[in-house]
């Protein structure tokens, strides 16, 4: 019996329970990626680790990067079922280390695992989908999935916040395990039952695996990238140039075929969501400290314009998914990255002209369900273009892809912000940082061009 003989039946009878715990699980990592940015501050004061502050950071996305390669030639090996489980085992193992780390030096190991655990998880979570579910269920699953990530946007910084204040950083970590035990009881004993390996009465890989080395390189690359954002001088110029080249060497193999000369199909997929990721939350990562320096607004109102991003996230994902919505699968990627580049440009715009503030916040509510739709639909896309097996491989690609883009275009961001800064121009600062980011939203809207008819379930 084949994994597609088998895939119907699995569904049919523990499919409610497999996408909860599909769900609880990305909750687990999602909550974890959010509050640790409100705890780590009193974690590295008390550990006297501020020196390595941005490192708990940069080296969660360099064994996030590294992992999903590796997730992605596990999967298409040997199934899902035993890289979800070695996933979220080391992502587990990572929140212990971390939670009882008497050095910084600790916690920033447990950051790695908790990185690496994070890529498998999420490649062999792509795979799940594609196996477990048919093609008309997996638009729904990929709007659940994404209301999943971002509903710990809307809790996470202030149940962090509470637990740091009232309990210390440490529970921070250890409210995490919880929800792992929960999603991994759900799911694990459903998805031994999937069939291992891929298969091949439906076309195995007609493409090499993407090579670890590879993946090592571009990591350390970004990683490099992302620290010359967080620096200035020599050193920011030495990282860059540094992480650039490795770059350069590493991405080729890592992306599929035609990926570089802008060919149709797969290519443009994973370009869109490495762009809009790299928009979208590049300008992010300026918004709030915009509103707070040039605007004079309190952080919780700063916060806010955030929060109704996640609530336009939430209606676009869910939107994608519908059968009302008669759009072809390529037209709802390039939708999404226009809604992107719409958002994103009106609030440069807030930057340099410094027109009505509360236009950010209409603003970040179409930037995000752009993103919403983007981000579910070429998901979809991804696995509607990938054979069986290849479709460990290509979404190690894509999320490879989307973990790249935002590192490289957040250290694009910091870059510039840090040179533009000094000069006490806020209006130019800010304005230049964001227009950066439209540019690159509008790069994305151009791939989005790019993919050819892919049909939607629902079309």
């Known amino acids: 019996m084949t994994s597609t003989d088998r895939a119907p039946a699995t569904a049919t009878r523990g499919s409610r329970a497999l996408a909860f715990g599909l769900c609880t699980a990305v909750v687990a990592v999602a909550f974890e990626v959010i509050s640790v940015a409100t705890a780590m501050p009193a974690a590295a004061r008390e550990l006297d680790g501020l020196g390595l502050y941005a490192w708990a950071f940069s080296l969660f996305l360099i064994g996030q990067l590294f992992a999903t390669v590796a997730a992605g030639r596990l999967c298409d090996r040997i199934g899902p079922a035993r890289p979800m489980a070695g996933g979220l085992a080391l992502f587990s193992v990572g929140i212990v280390v971390a939670a009882t780390a008497p050095v910084m030096l600790q916690l920033i190991a447990g950051r790695l695992l908790q990185g ?42 202030t149940a962090a916040a509470w637990l740091t ?30 069939a291992d390996g891929p ?38 110029v030495v990282a860059a140039v540094l992480g650039l080249a490795l770059v350069a060497v590493a991405l080729p193999p890592l992306m599929p075929p035609g990926f570089f000369r802008f060919g149709r199909g797969l290519p443009p997929v994973i370009n869109v969501r490495a762009l809009v990721e790299g928009a979208f939350f590049g300008a992010e990562a300026f918004v709030p400290l915009m509103l707070v320096e040039q605007r004079g607004l309190g952080l919780l109102l700063a916060g806010s314009a955030l929060t109704v991003g996640s609530l336009g996230w939430t209606v676009g994902s869910w939107l994608q998914s519908r059968r009302f919505v008669r759009l072809r699968r390529d037209r709802l ?15 440069a715009l807030v930057g340099y002209l410094e027109w009505w503030v509360g236009l950010v916040a209409v603003a970040w509510v179409v930037a ?43 250290g694009v961001g910091g870059a510039l912000f840090a040179t533009l800064h000094p000069s006490g121009d806020l209006d130019r600062t800010f304005g230049t940082v964001l227009a950066a980011m439209a540019v690159v939203a509008l790069l994305a809207l151009l791939a989005s061009l790019r993919t050819g008819r892919i049909r939607s379930p629902a079309t």
């Open 199 to 236: 298969d091949r009465s439906h076309g195995g890989s007609h493409t090499p695996p993407a090579p670890l080395w590879a993946a090592g390189l571009a990591a350390v690359g970004a990683a490099g990238i992302q620290l010359a954002g967080q620096r200035s001088g020599v050193t920011a």
């Open 165 to 194: 204040h009232h309990l210390g950083w440490r529970w921070v970590f250890w409210s995490v395990l919880p929800l792992v035990a929960v999603g991994a009881t759900l799911m694990l004993p459903l998805l031994f039952r999937l």
């Open 116 to 157: 690496l655990g994070s890529g498998l998880t999420s490649v062999a979570m792509y795979v799940v989908i594609a196996r477990a579910f048919d093609e008309s269920q997996r638009p729904t699953m990929f709007s659940w999935i994404s209301a999943a990530w971002v509903l710990p946007s809307f809790i996470g910084p």
């Open 333 to 347: 990627i390039t939708l999404g990255a226009g809604c992107v580049w719409t958002g994103v440009t009106v609030v």
């Open 368 to 410: 995000g369900f752009g993103m919403g739709i983007a981000i579910a639909s070429t998901s979809v896309a991804t696995m509607t273009l990938s054979s069986t097996g290849d479709q460990g491989r290509n979404s190690s690609s894509l999320q490879f892809g989307e973990a790249f883009g935002g590192g490289l275009f957040i």
